[in-house]
């Protein structure tokens, strides 16, 4: 079973920057890419960034400028720094393999983003 523990969520304002953090098992790290998601309220769960092995990202168009996925091999840590943070940007985020989600979802991190 893969675990994936999610941290460094908050209430930010608008404008605001967060850093995610992911950490799954070293097994996971070495074979799979890892992803970030998202899930509003009353919306589906919708990815936002993905790296490869090779550390190659990919970003939904929302995020795009805003938010960088980078990965940590020795720490089996995978990162969203989140900048220029919208209303919009309100979610509970998770992390995952990309580009298929194999692991259990874990209890991911709350963002809120309000004045």
């Known amino acids: 079973q893969v675990q994936l523990v999610e941290s460094g969520g908050g209430l930010v304002q608008p404008g605001g920057t967060l850093r995610l953090s992911c950490a799954t098992s070293?097994?996971?790290?070495?074979?799979?890419?890892m992803g970030w998601y998202r899930q509003a309220p009353g919306k589906q769960r919708e990815v936002v960034a993905g790296i490869s092995g090779g550390g190659s990202t990919n970003y939904a168009n929302s995020v795009k400028g805003r938010f960088t996925i980078s990965r940590d091999n020795a720490k089996s840590t995978v990162y969203l720094q989140v900048n220029s943070l919208k209303p919009e940007d309100t979610a509970v985020y998770y992390c995952?393999?990309?580009?298929?989600?194999?692991?259990?979802w874990g209890q991911g991190t709350q963002v809120t983003v309000s004045a």
């Open positions: 995952n393999t990309y580009p298929t989600p194999i692991g259990v």
């Open positions: 070293a097994l996971i790290f070495r074979n799979y890419g």
